[in-house]
């Protein structure tokens, strides 16, 4: 997949892929405004409880507001003193998304340099049933050190993945398929994501 090589020698990959209910047209919007601070990342309300208690609920509404993706852009995955988030590596409205992190662990151990990480999430669409569905498969890799980082990556991350991974695909099912409301009259992101 498009982004495989960012990640050298990766000691994790997982691939996910679910087909949606709609066009990639349609889907893309969905997938270009995820992130902190923005639509969140679609998990079910629970994990948006639980894990991201200072975060708003992932939305249920595009957010007319949001800039279009480029190349070096940053998604903040994380409050803004954590400097947590992804980088814009490649991206090809209605085709491709890849995402890269070298910031997903706490700051003191970065800035000390007792660990490292480097992530990708890969996200690729492509037209099925004649153009009225989309294939989506979705890809995570990553190389972490030292050894106790990975042990845990391993242990913990990769289970917890089935988890945000199913509920992240569910959560765009939903939404491309018109279950959740929509909100497009131009209300600005704000206020279209804390109406659910």
Sequence with gaps: MPGDGLVSRAQVQVTRAATLPAPPAEVWPWLEQMGWGRAGWYTQPWVDRLLF????????????????????????????????????????????????????LPLAWRRRGIASVDWTWAFGLRPVDEGRATRLVFRWRSRTSPFWLTAGAQGFVVPADWV?????????????????????????AARAAGRH
Excluded: K, Q, W, Y
């Excluded at 991974?165 to 131009?186: F, I």
């Design 53 to 104: 208690p200072n975060n708003r609920p992932s939305a249920t509404a595009l957010l007319p507001d949001l800039a279009p993706l480029t190349v070096g852009d940053f998604i903040p995955d994380g409050p803004p003193e954590t400097e947590c988030g992804f980088v814009v590596e490649d991206v090809e409205p209605g085709r491709i998304m890849v995402l890269r992190s070298t910031s997903h």
């Design 164 to 188: 945000m991974s199913r509920g992240m695909l569910r959560g765009l099912t939903r939404r491309v398929s018109g279950v959740c409301p929509l909100r497009t009259d131009g209300s600005s």
